[in-house]
């Protein structure tokens, strides 16, 4: 009995000292997604002017389609870094909107490229270790805890392109803009630790522009610049150092 309690505590003296360089093995990852994307401005929206903090403004019908790709880099245990392309579509219509009866529609596709920093509330899988005693006959085992979680913050730009539908195609405040913008975008994330190189995870993303012509429509009542989020399903991969020769822990 006393050989198995030293055996578990040197292990996990081991461990903890592993433990505070363990992030350092990999400090790259790269990852891959797909993403869905609603908009929000002077087109579509609730049918009245009570829409709940934007709740009712949320269309199902107007989620569109997107992909993203990035690399992250990992500066400190809490602290990661990202870059990320991504490009999707936006739609939106006054279809049963209190709008309705202006019968203005829209397109828009897009690319974009922002810069993110995430810090993480729950650090991520592989620098959480706990033990199973039971299995204590079959050698002393490891495990660790899947789940991670983070904010993220940060800026980017976006090139954007309107196709104009129904009304608001021809119509004289129908404008382009310049088909550009800077974008503040700010959200969180998740991650599920599959293996230690691999995980899944989730992002929900909001992103506050400088255009009030995403959906190429220049009203003259618009308060707010356009803005948009997006809810993407990820794969990350991480890249482990390799080892050099002589190399010692």
């Known amino acids: 009995m006393k050989r198995i309690v030293l055996t578990l505590l040197v292990s996990l003296l081991l461990t903890g ?4 360089q363990h992030w350092k093995k ?7 997604g797909i993403a869905t994307y609603q908009y929000f401005g002077d087109i579509g929206g609730s049918a009245t002017e009570m829409n709940l903090l934007g709740l009712l403004d949320i269309d199902l019908v ?11 880099y990992h500066i400190s245990k809490p602290i990661q870094v990202s870059a990320t392309y991504g490009a999707g579509f936006l739609a939106k219509s006054d279809l049963n909107s209190i709008n309705q009866n202006r019968e203005f529609a829209f397109s ?4 974009e490229v922002t810069v993110m920093g995430e810090y993480y509330l729950i650090p991520e899988s592989d620098e959480n ?23 993220t913050v940060g800026v980017g730009g976006a090139y954007y392109k309107v196709t104009p539908k129904l009304k608001l195609n021809g119509h004289p405040r129908f404008s382009e803009g310049n088909n550009m913008a800077i974008l503040l975008p700010v959200g969180i994330g998740f991650k599920y630790a599959v293996s230690p190189k691999l995980s899944i995870g989730a992002e929900l993303i909001a992103r506050t522009t400088t255009s009030n012509t995403l959906d190429g429509y220049d009203s003259p009542f618009g308060k707010y610049n356009d803005f948009y989020h997006s809810l993407s399903i990820k794969a990350n991969y991480k890249i482990y150092r390799k080892r050099k020769p002589g190399y010692r822990r």
């Open 62 to 72: 107007a989620f569109r389609p997107g992909i993203n790709l990035g690399a992250r």
């Open 129 to 151: 270790y706990f033990y199973d005693i039971m299995q204590i006959r079959g050698g002393l085992k490891h495990f660790t805890k899947p789940f991670s979680l983070y904010l």
């Open 108 to 111: 828009t596709s897009f690319h």
């Open 26 to 32: 990999a400090k790259l990852e790269i990852f891959g």
């Open 17 to 20: 000292l592993n433990q505070a």
